[in-house]
């Protein structure tokens, strides 16, 4: 007999968890609070960008949609840090706000294992053995369940500030989840008080673009979605536009910092650091004498403009003069005003690495109700908790994804402001590209169920497809007088001997694709044009970054040794004489169930680890 879950939100998180549990078979119950907002974008309509991009393949690869969603939306597309090595390349492509959520809305009504409710979920109850049995609504309707997965985003218990005006809604004046907070206290949850924010939106009439220098897409595009044709999504792009503050804009914020809802005492909640409202840039970079200032379209059939780099919670008139200070904005009309927000979530050492809380079964938690901040760190914790809890016991190590830092970090260290992933928080970046995610996890993907059998054999003949090439090449020497020419062209040292393909190819000034015409063809596979495209580029990085990916990888089993030494479930750390007291406590506390995640617990220090390691040898 199929399980019945229920998923209690449907941003990013709640639609993957949906997606997810309802691709394993089972029957899957979304509450939403209104059933127009489904995927909404309440901040910058966008999709990737830096380590973001990352997040958003690897859920693609475990067979998530928000890379088939964007690919289907998008109106702009730029591949970030180009220039640098593929380990930081990053994807990122402004989307058409509302076909975004309309697309999202058609997948879930579409598969037939999900139901959509409009309606809030008030109490979470459980059974004599802590164990999840049913949910509550606000009509007093009481659904039975053998699973709950919380993806409230920021609606829970939410208010909404800007100046001295408070209201208490969820983000675009939408209405608040306010009940939820009391069940989950009530079921021994510790709760935080986060607060994130939000720009202006203002009218593309009134836009002096002249002043601004326009930032066009990627002429050659790349999809998220490694199933997604890149010939299939080549149309015209809108463009964006680049502007700055001014000295006057910083004098406007100084001025009137005061009657910000952050620095008049209104907001007591903890700020995300990494995307700092414009009156934080003013006082935290005194020093700068201006800030980018992007102008991005929210779709193709509005003329509202998002305004990134100016979230603010300053009141509307000093907003208005605040934008209008800024080139190109002189006479900007506001359609929508700039706010911050509050909203509850928990804290996150209180789950599984299943992102499953500790202390009651079938309870699951992803997104924004965990402390992070992101559309795609949503998305990635929803598609891992559906699938937890449809039974795949699915745990990713920090050497195998972006998603198994993100889940590691805030599982494993908890976080005491709104987190965001970046590529400094993964120790095995050059493992972990974006553009190797399917051949880390499509398998995964597929012994978990996610991956449908088709996409699993495209993906393996993909795999030996790379093998095979790798292994030609290492075989063709080509001799001066073939190379030589080519060499000079790319300013690059002739040979005097013959020389290894794959040795040409290691050089920063050349690549596979520069050798090729000196080259037989070689055998392709029956697969599409643009799985071939990206089986080319898979050999160039892996022969180009042999030696260092090897290194890394020598790291990762060094790594995986320690990560998977099992710590008894039943121990109890008070008993282990050295521990310092502050380990004791974070130990007993978050329970980790490796020697690599007790590694990892803030508070526990290299000295305790030397004496849990002599403990455990003493187990033996």
Not at 260 to 282: F, H, N, V
């Amino acid at each position: 007999m199929n399980k019945h879950i229920v998923v209690i939100g449907g941003g990013h998180a709640g639609c993957e968890a949906a997606l997810a549990a309802a691709r394993r078979g089972e029957r899957v119950t979304m509450f939403v609070l209104n059933m127009d907002s489904i995927a909404l974008m309440p901040c910058n309509p966008c999709i990737g960008g830096s380590a973001k991009g990352h997040l958003v393949r690897e859920i693609d690869a475990l067979g998530g949609q928000m890379g088939k969603a964007i690919d289907k939306v998008f109106i702009q597309s730029r591949m970030l840090n180009a220039s640098k090595g593929p380990a930081v390349y990053s994807l990122r492509a402004q989307a058409d706000k509302k076909q975004y959520m309309l697309y999202m809305k058609q997948v879930l009504e579409s598969e037939p294992l999900i139901s959509l409710r409009e309606s809030e979920v008030v109490e979470i109850q459980v059974d004599d053995n802590s164990r999840i049995s049913a949910v509550k609504t606000e009509s007093g309707m009481i659904v039975d369940c053998d699973a709950v997965i919380v993806c409230t985003g920021t609606y829970l218990n939410a208010r909404c500030l800007y100046g001295e005006n408070v209201t208490y809604t969820g983000p675009s004046g939408l209405r608040a989840s306010k009940a939820l907070s009391d069940s989950l206290k009530s079921l021994g949850f510790t709760l935080q008080r986060f607060k994130t924010g939000t720009p202006a939106r203002i009218h593309k009439r009134s836009i002096d673009f002249s002043k601004m220098t326009k930032q066009p897409g990627d002429e050659k595009l790349v999809p998220f979605s490694f199933e997604t044709d890149h010939h299939s999504i080549k149309r015209e792009q809108v463009p964006c536009y680049l502007t700055y503050t001014t000295q006057d804009t910083h004098e406007l914020i100084r001025a009137s910092i005061h009657r910000s809802a952050m620095y008049s005492g209104l907001i007591q909640a903890t700020g995300t650091r990494y995307c700092p409202s414009i009156e934080d840039k003013i006082v935290r970079f005194a020093d700068k004498e201006r800030h980018p200032v992007f102008i991005e379209p929210e779709g193709l059939d509005t003329m509202e403009m998002y305004v990134q780099g100016m979230s603010s919670a300053l009141p509307e008139d000093v907003q208005v003069q605040v934008y209008r200070s800024v080139p190109g904005l002189e006479n900007c009309e506001i359609m929508r005003v700039a706010y911050a927000i509050e909203y509850d979530c928990i804290d996150t050492t209180q789950l599984t690495l299943e992102l499953e809380a500790k202390h009651i079964k079938g309870l699951f938690f992803a997104g924004q109700i965990n402390g992070s901040s992101g559309y795609e760190e949503a998305a990635a914790q929803g598609l891992i908790a559906g699938l937890n809890a449809a039974g795949a016991a699915l745990v990713l190590n920090r050497a195998e994804g972006y998603i198994g830092v993100l889940i590691d970090d805030l599982v494993t260290k908890g976080t005491k402001e709104p987190y965001r992933m970046m590529t400094s928080r993964a120790e095995y970046r050059l493992l972990l590209r974006q553009d190797n995610a399917d051949l880390r996890l499509t398998e995964i993907g597929y012994n978990v169920g996610s991956i449908p059998e088709e996409r699993f054999r495209l993906y393996k003949q993909k795999e030996e497809a790379i093998l095979s090439e790798i292994s030609r090449l290492g075989k063709i020497t080509l001799s001066p007088s073939v190379v030589n020419g080519l060499l000079e062209e790319k300013n690059s040292t002739p040979i005097k001997s013959g020389a290894k393909v794959t040795e040409l190819i290691k050089r920063p000034e050349l690549s596979y694709v520069d050798l090729s015409s000196l080259l037989e063809e070689p055998l392709r596979p029956n697969i599409p044009p643009y799985v071939w495209d990206n089986v080319l580029e898979q050999v160039n990085i892996q022969i180009k970054y042999e030696g260092y990916i090897a290194l890394q990888m020598e790291q990762a089993v060094s790594f995986r040794k320690m990560e998977n030494r099992p710590l008894p479930p039943n121990i109890d750390y008070n008993n282990i004489k050295g521990l310092r007291l502050e380990a004791q406590q974070k130990l007993n506390a978050i329970r980790p169930v490796n020697f690599g995640q007790a590694s990892r617990i803030t508070g526990v220090s290299p000295a305790d680890l030397s004496i849990l390691m002599i403990y455990l040898k003493q187990l033996e």
